[in-house]
């Protein structure tokens, strides 16, 4: 298989899901984060997905749960500071 076909394929098992994934009234966005493959970010209510389509033909998924804690304003400085300082290492 080439290159060209291997992307072109990754792009159409994106495009479907991502079809599919709004014919359910789930949002979701496709996105290049990874050399080998392609992303689909999903969001639900109280979940984020994460759904890795690969050139070796893997799927892989990760799912992302909020244990229903609320925080206040004042965390948003702290977050940044926080993963800020992590990101950039």
């Not at 479907?16 to 689909?40: C, K, M, P």
């Amino acid at each position: 298989m080439t290159e060209s076909l291997m992307a072109t394929e990754l792009l159409q098992r994106a495009h479907t899901l991502s079809r599919r994934l709004e014919g359910a009234g789930i949002w979701n966005e496709v996105r290049l984060l990874r050399e080998d493959g392609i992303t689909v970010l999903a969001r639900v209510p109280g979940e984020y997905w994460e759904i890795d389509l690969l050139e070796d033909g893997t799927t892989d998924v990760e799912v992302f749960r909020t244990a229903g804690d609320l925080e206040d304003e004042s965390s948003i400085e702290r977050l940044i500071s926080e993963f800020g300082e992590k990101l950039r290492h």
